[in-house]
């Protein structure tokens, strides 16, 4: 919901509409004081880790499986991209 307000915002801003990109960002600060508190970066890289070391996976070909216990474990807390990335970044470090 927030990705899509704050694309909304931007193309908005893009063609001048200013008052209709802030009513989007305004969204945004509502929606996120329903969400759960999101985890930083250093946060998910250690969870990323644990379940790196858990599942026993050593390269990019575990990607799909990491992803799929990290997604269930953080739902709600931090954003699929940043789980990919972080996952990526970890993954090619044991090579």
């Excluded at 699929?80 to 970044?89: F, H, T, Y």
Aim: no cysteine; aromatic share 2%; net charge positive.
């Amino acid at each position: 919901m927030i990705k899509k307000r704050e694309d909304a915002a931007m193309q908005f801003e893009g063609v001048g509409r200013k008052e209709a990109a802030q009513k989007e960002r305004d969204e945004i600060v509502i929606i996120r004081a329903y969400m759960p508190t999101q985890l930083t970066e250093d946060e998910i890289r250690l969870q990323a880790r644990e379940v790196i070391a858990q599942a026993g996976v050593s390269d990019l070909k575990g990607l799909g499986k990491v992803m799929g216990i990290l997604s269930k474990q953080l739902s709600g807390r931090a954003s699929g991209g940043d789980m990919s990335r972080i996952v990526k970044e970890e993954l090619e470090k044991l090579h």
